[in-house]
């Protein structure tokens, strides 16, 4: 199964009074392997709802599941082979070459690479355009090929779905359409789900499904 359900979730930082509620009764079935935005007025609630589905946090009520099992309960291992994240500002290791990064997920995993792994990472880099940045350094990088390192590092593990926290926000309109594409292409090549919170209204209307958050509530756009 690649659905994630979310069955009866208010979520409140301090008590689920309705004056504190960031969400009220919320109930979705998300397939993994498709692709859907989240959009919103800043404040609204995207970044917590990405922390959320992800097992960062715990709601308050309700709960969030893939196969039966809560994601907040699941083992490190499990979540990794089910989803990954990744945010607005890339997260790299600066002390890392790129091929450390993106190889650091499968270290933690799994212990080390085999000829798979290597085989499949320098795929990602090659269409990615990042094959010649392979042993360059994070301050060696622009923005957006940092931003590539980490979409790349974020399907290192091959994950059914991967969860963006703004990962636009950051970059000129320019590097944002080279973004958009990158992310088409993974969801093309690799049927690697994509969950986009985002401001970028052009990256969101590249979804097949489309949610907005009014009134401490997620609704499908028509």
């Known amino acids: 199964m690649n659905n994630l359900i979310i069955d009866n979730l208010s979520h409140s930082y301090n008590d689920v009074k309705d004056s504190n509620l960031i969400f009220r009764d919320i109930?979705?079935?998300i397939n993994l392997s498709e692709t859907f935005s989240l959009?919103?007025?800043s404040g609204s609630g995207k970044s917590t709802f990405i922390h959320l589905v992800t097992g960062m946090l715990k709601p308050s009520l309700g709960s969030i599941t893939i196969d039966n099992k809560k994601i907040s309960l699941m083992k490190p291992k499990l979540k990794a082979s089910n989803l990954s994240i990744v945010f607005q500002y890339h997260s790299l290791l600066e002390n890392l070459n790129v091929l450390e990064n993106i190889s650091l997920p499968i270290k933690i995993f799994k212990g080390k690479l085999d000829k798979?792994?290597?085989?499949?990472?320098d795929k990602l880099l090659g269409s990615t355009n990042m094959m010649d940045k392979k042993f360059r350094y994070p301050h060696e990088l622009s923005g957006g090929e940092k931003q590539r390192v980490s979409?790349?590092?974020?399907?290192?593990?091959?994950?059914?779905c991967i969860f963006m926290d703004e990962p636009?926000?950051?970059?000129?309109?320019?590097?944002?359409?080279?973004?958009h594409e990158l992310c088409i292409d993974i969801h093309k090549e690799?049927?690697?789900g994509i969950f986009l919170a985002t401001h970028d209204m052009v990256f969101a209307s590249k979804m097949d499904t489309n949610f907005n958050i009014k009134?401490?509530?997620?609704?499908a756009n028509d």
């Open 190 to 192: 690799w049927g690697i």
């Open 27 to 29: 109930n979705l079935q």
């Open 39 to 41: 959009t919103g007025e």
């Open 215 to 219: 009134n401490k509530r997620i609704i």
């Open 168 to 179: 636009t926000g950051n970059l000129d309109n320019d590097t944002s359409l080279l973004i």
């Open 151 to 160: 979409i790349i590092r974020s399907i290192a593990l091959k994950p059914k």
């Open 116 to 121: 798979d792994d290597h085989i499949f990472l």
